[in-house]
């Protein structure tokens, strides 16, 4: 399934359900207002933005959606450019017959959204069902609403503010273990923030004029000498977080112990960090700047600093996705290819893989061809501004930037004068069955872009791909979800990785999820 942001997608995440839970899907999102927009890593500013949700309906592992995407509603505040949204891990969706009393509504989710001024806000989103169920409809447009934050997140103390000094938000993560209460940041200056946000300490507690709340630090870690590009929580360990910087550095830190880390070394510039669970290292997706040739993609380091090399690329890995149902991980690189590799057991040290390429597929393609078009059609495609995008998915800003740094814009092409000139061609794997994939076309291009790609760095990156993400929900864990330049977002279902024993497990979760949540169920109208 298809649907259309309006620009280049920089952040997306999948909202969590209950294990069992036959609940609709949800994708939280945000992109840039416009396809020409610039926006810089290396001051603060404030300016408009917007949280979109989507409602992608039930997606299960053995039947055909029987909706498209829709905008249900969306979110604006004025905190800056959105860079990364985060759900609460779990305990923050409630059934939408549950028994609230007005004016609290069913809650979805708990979503965090880090800005470009430099803080970091968590709302309280309602059931779309609920919420639009109390409010006029407009046929003609998905509601906007502004809310107000249940809390901010602020580096400073009470004596000593920041004051944003500290420059934006690029990273951050949720503690993965209950409850929940710690989120980590990582700042433009190197700083790694510690909040616990069920702190009732009146240091760290702070009522603005305008009655929000907002929260300070525990604790401070220089982690970098730069910018700290990702981050990630441990899943099996409340205090183990590994962190990556603008400094080339990869450092894991004891929060027991925060003087020092407890392991260091230094690689190359990361993108993105994920540790995957029941493994003693983390998995990080590479940029291809200060990385020899035939060293770019995926790599695997556990504590004892042995690698394992998970997947070649030719150009940078912008995003990458582990799905702990599967035990796999997806990638999203420049190219505009999503590949699955199929991990071997990381419990205990890095295994020596026989024949490695067997367990990893391209899950599609994107290319660029050529728009062939009349003289006469390009010039009626000249009036419309926004339509480009529509048939072909030819959209695009002539320049994005990255993580680590902005880039300057492109004068070589226009998004108008990309909408007359290319189109965008998707070629999907087939899902239905892995056998004999090694003969197919798809799967031996992937094996020529492995080594060798042809990247016009002048022109507009129209295949980038900047964010991929699997679905963490029991019931739609073979679903994933992909988006970049375009402001075309992707939802596709891996087929073949559902297997007999998880269908079983689904259909066991389900009934019990029925037996303990049943209509006449009651939850505390309570806010959070």
Not at 232 to 255: H, N, Q
Not at 476 to 487: A, C, E, L, N, R
Not at 502 to 524: C, M, R, W
């Amino acid at each position: 399934m298809f649907l259309f942001t309006g620009g280049p997608v920089w952040a997306m995440e999948w909202c969590p359900t209950p294990d069992g839970a036959p609940a609709t899907q949800y994708v939280a999102l945000a992109c840039h207002r416009g396809m020409d927009d610039i926006h810089y890593v290396n001051r603060t500013y404030t300016e408009p933005g917007l949280v979109q949700l989507w409602d992608s309906g039930k997606l299960e592992y053995n039947k055909r959606p029987d909706t498209q995407p829709a905008l249900v509603y969306g979110l604006t505040q004025d905190k800056g450019f959105i860079w990364q949204l985060k759900w609460c891990p779990a305990g923050g969706w409630e059934p939408p017959s549950c028994g609230r009393k007005a004016p609290f509504l069913p809650r979805l989710g708990l979503l965090a959204v880090a800005s470009s001024s430099g803080v970091v806000t968590i709302y309280s989103l309602p059931h779309p069902d609920a919420l639009l169920s109390n409010t006029k409809k407009d046929d003609e447009k998905p509601p906007i609403y502004k809310a107000r934050g249940v809390v901010t997140l602020k580096l400073g103390s009470i004596k000593a503010p920041r004051e944003e000094k500290s420059g934006q938000v690029l990273a951050m993560d949720w503690l993965p273990q209950k409850p929940h209460n710690i989120m980590a940041i990582g700042f433009y200056d190197g700083i790694v923030g510690l909040w616990d946000l069920s702190t009732k300490s009146a240091l760290l507690r702070v009522r603005e004029s305008d009655r929000s709340l907002t929260l300070l630090p525990y604790r401070c870690i220089l982690a970098h000498d730069n910018m700290v590009r990702t981050l990630a929580f441990c899943p099996a360990s409340r205090y183990l977080l590994t962190t990556a910087g603008e400094d080339r550095y990869v450092k894991m830190w004891d929060l027991r112990r925060l003087f020092d880390p407890i392991k260091v070394y230094k690689r190359y510039l990361t993108n993105e960090i994920c540790w995957p669970f029941h493994a003693t290292g983390v998995i990080k997706a590479k940029d291809s700047t200060f990385v020899p040739r035939g060293s770019t993609g995926i790599h695997y380091f556990d504590v004892n600093m042995n690698s394992l090399f998970v997947l070649p690329r030719s150009t940078s890995v912008w995003s990458l996705s582990y799905s702990e149902w599967l035990h796999c991980v997806l990638s999203a690189d420049l190219l505009g290819e999503v590949i699955l590799v199929m991990l071997p057991p990381l419990s205990f040290s890095v295994p020596n893989i026989r024949r490695p390429a067997n367990r990893r597929f391209p899950a599609y393609f994107t290319s660029k061809v050529p728009y062939d078009a009349t003289e006469v059609e390009r010039e009626e495609e000249g009036h419309d501004d926004v339509d480009g995008g529509q048939e072909g998915g030819e959209t695009d800003k002539p320049a994005a930037e990255s993580e680590g740094g902005s880039v300057g814009k492109d004068t070589s092409l226009t998004y108008k004068e990309a909408v007359k000139k290319y189109s965008l061609h998707y070629t999907d794997f087939d899902m239905r069955s892995l056998v004999g994939m090694g003969r197919r076309t798809l799967w031996k291009q992937m094996q020529r872009t492995e080594a060798t790609a042809n990247i016009d760095m002048d022109d507009m990156p129209l295949t980038a791909l900047y964010k991929v993400r699997f679905n963490p929900n029991m019931s739609s864990h073979v679903w994933f979800v992909s988006g970049g330049q375009t402001g075309l977002v992707r939802l596709q279902c891996l087929r073949a990785m559902i297997t007999p024993k998880v269908k079983k497990l689904i259909g066991e979760n389900l009934a019990q999820f029925n037996a303990l949540y049943s209509p006449q169920d009651q939850t505390a109208d309570e806010p959070l």
